[in-house]
C-alpha cells in the first residue's frame, strides 16, 4: 500500500556539467524501517542525501514524502516536514555544555532557535526533556560537561540526541559510524536501533556489518544507479554486487 511508504523517488537525477552523479535512481522506503543506501566510493549516495534534503536540486525526477511531492520545497520546510539529517562531520556546538547542545535542538521546534539571551526560567523549563533525550543515547552522565570534552563516538550520540530533539519522522544519518572504534560501532549501532522503534531511518553506512545487523532494507548504489536492492541475504549475494565491491573492501 501507498501508505507503508514514506518516502519515494521516481527517476531521480543529477547532472553535474555533463557529468551525471546520479541517474535514474527510484527508490522506495519503507514507513518505521531501517533502509541503507551503501554502494563503493563516488557511487552517489551524498548525492542522493543532498537532493533528498534539498541541498541540492535535481536535474530530473521526483521526490515525494508522505505522497506529498516535495522535489521543489525548500531545505528548512522539508527539515519542518520531518527529514533530518544528521550529518557525517559530528555538528556539535562545542563549548555548550551536553545538555545546553541538545537544549538548543528543542528550542527549534518552538520557534525561538538559538535565543541564547531568553531568560533562564524559559530555557530550564526544556530541560527534562532534554534530560530524557540524554539518557535515551546513553550520555545522562555527561550532561554538564562541554560538548568539546565527550570523546568522539559519544559526541555522535549528542548529535543524534540533538537531532531527535527536533523530533524527525525520518531520520537521515550520513555515515554514522565513520571514525568510530569497535566499541563505539557497538554503542552506535544500538542507539540506533533503539531510536528506529517511532521512525523511519534512511542510512548511508560503509560498514557492512553494520548494514547487515541493521537494515531491514538496502538499496546498492554503483557509479549513479540503482544495481540491486532487497534484505542484506539477498543483496550480498548478487553477482554484480559482489562485483561492484571487488578489491574496495568497504561500501
Known amino acids: 500500500m501507498a501508505s507503508d511508504v514514506i518516502l519515494e523517488t521516481r527517476g531521480l537525477t543529477k547532472e553535474f556539467r555533463g557529468f551525471v552523479a546520479v541517474r535514474d ?22 548525492t542522493v542525501f543532498n537532493l533528498l534534503t534539498k541541498f541540492l536540486q535535481p536535474s530530473n525526477g521526483n521526490i515525494l514524502f508522505n505522497g506529498r511531492d516535495i522535489t521543489a520545497v525548500k531545505p528548512a520546510d522539508v527539515a519542518r516536514l520531518g527529514i533530518i539529517r544528521s550529518f557525517q562531520i559530528s555538528a556539535v556546538f562545542p563549548h555548550l555544555s551536553v545538555l545546553e ?15 541564547f ?59 554514522p559510524m565513520a571514525g568510530m572504534g569497535h566499541e563505539d560501532i557497538d554503542r552506535i549501532a544500538a542507539l540506533i536501533k533503539r531510536v528506529s522503534a517511532n521512525r523511519t531511518i534512511l542510512m548511508v553506512e560503509h560498514n557492512l556489518s553494520v548494514v547487515s545487523n541493521l537494515s531491514d532494507w538496502i538499496t546498492v548504489l554503483a557509479r549513479g544507479e540503482v544495481l540491486a536492492e532487497g534484505p542484506y541475504a539477498e543483496v550480498s549475494r548478487h553477482p554484480k554486487v559482489r562485483e561492484a565491491y571487488m578489491g574496495s573492501g568497504h561500501a
Do not use: C
Open 25 to 46: 535512481v527510484s527508490l522506495r522506503v519503507k514507513r518505521g524501517s531501517i533502509h541503507a543506501l551503501i554502494g563503493p566510493n563516488g557511487a552517489g549516495k551524498t
Open 117 to 175: 539571551w531568553k531568560s533562564e526560567s524559559v530555557l530550564d523549563r526544556l530541560n527534562g526533556r532534554a534530560m530524557e533525550l540524554l539518557e535515551d543515547v546513553g550520555l545522562a552522565g555527561y550532561a554538564h560537561r562541554p560538548a568539546a570534552e565527550l570523546p568522539y563516538g559519544r559526541k555522535r550520540a549528542l548529535e543524534i540526541a540533538t537531532t531527535l530533539a527536533l523530533e524527525p519522522e525520518m531520520l537521515l544519518l550520513d555515515e
Open 101 to 115: 547542545n541538545v537544549r538548543v535542538g528543542l528550542q527549534r521546534p518552538l520557534g525561538n532557535s538559538f535565543h
